[in-house]
């Protein structure tokens, strides 16, 4: 059975650190491209940030761009995100996600997703 | 303007079919696209319902209901989900998703109200 656990979210102070990870399990971890996904309370679904199965390419939405750092072990099925200079608008539930094929770094669904850690940016 | 734009909400009827829209930014056609629709309802990820590009360029998510299914309307630059018969269950929040430039985009997202 797939399962994706995230965890480190707290509440954090604007201008602060944060480091997520996810761990997998069930699955070839190193098989796949995997990524973080955020929703803010109440609000739509926000694409976060990519890493292929090697750690060997990583994309980001403009709006972390520059702050947040992508990251993964694959020697211990982990997913990581490195949050800097958080913003209030960066108060979110944000989730690990796995893409569904393994062939290309793009243009697959996300097939499992975990059920998310709550970052709350907030002085 | 966002790139996918989706009506913040619907109602529709028990039996009936509630038609869910998710309209390209102009500039960017629907034809080149794979569209992606997830269902979430409260409390729980997304889950995955299917993919349109065209009739033979479609999937169904893996134990998703043949009532749910992918369209496209070409003249309104537009992704649409179907679903038919609906039921209690199917009231939820549902995403529109593609792949655009270096990453990924949802659309704001439809609350379906079923009533």
């Known amino acids: 059975e797939v399962q994706l656990v995230e965890s480190g979210g707290v509440v954090v102070q604007p201008g602060g650190s944060l480091r997520l990870s996810c761990a997998a399990s069930?699955?070839?971890?190193?098989?796949?491209?995997m990524h973080w996904v955020r929703q803010a309370p109440g609000k739509g679904l926000e694409w976060v940030s990519l890493?292929?199965?090697?750690?060997?390419?990583?994309y980001y939405a403009d709006s972390v761009k520059g702050r947040f750092t992508i990251s993964r072990d694959n020697s211990k099925n982990s997913l990581y995100l490195q949050m800097n200079s958080l913003r209030t608008e960066d108060t979110a539930l944000y989730y690990c996600?796995?893409?569904?094929?393994?062939?290309?770094?793009?243009?697959?669904?996300?097939?499992?997703w975990g059920q998310g850690t709550l970052v709350t940016v907030s002085s | 303007q966002a790139v996918l734009t989706q009506p913040s909400s619907l109602s529709a009827s028990p039996g009936a079919s509630a038609s869910l829209t998710c309209t390209l930014r102009?500039?960017?056609?629907?034809?080149?696209?794979?569209i992606y629709w997830y269902q979430q309802k409260p409390g729980s990820p997304p889950q995955y319902l299917l993919r349109?590009?065209?009739?033979?360029?479609?999937?169904?998510g893996s134990g998703v209901p043949s009532r749910f299914s992918g369209s496209k309307d070409a003249s309104a630059n537009a992704g649409i989900l179907l679903i038919s018969g609906l039921q209690s269950e199917d009231e939820a929040d549902y995403y529109c998703?593609?792949?655009?430039?270096?990453?990924?985009?949802f659309g704001g997202g439809t609350k379906l109200t079923v009533l």
């Open positions: 996600a796995k893409a569904s094929g393994t062939v290309a770094t793009w243009g697959y669904y996300f097939d499992y």
């Open positions: 069930g699955f070839t971890f190193d098989d796949y491209t």
């Open positions: 890493i292929s199965w090697d750690g060997g390419s990583t």
């Open positions: 102009s500039g960017i056609n629907v034809g080149t696209y794979r």
């Open positions: 349109y590009k065209s009739d033979s360029d479609k999937q169904q």
């Open positions: 998703m593609i792949w655009h430039s270096s990453g990924v985009v």
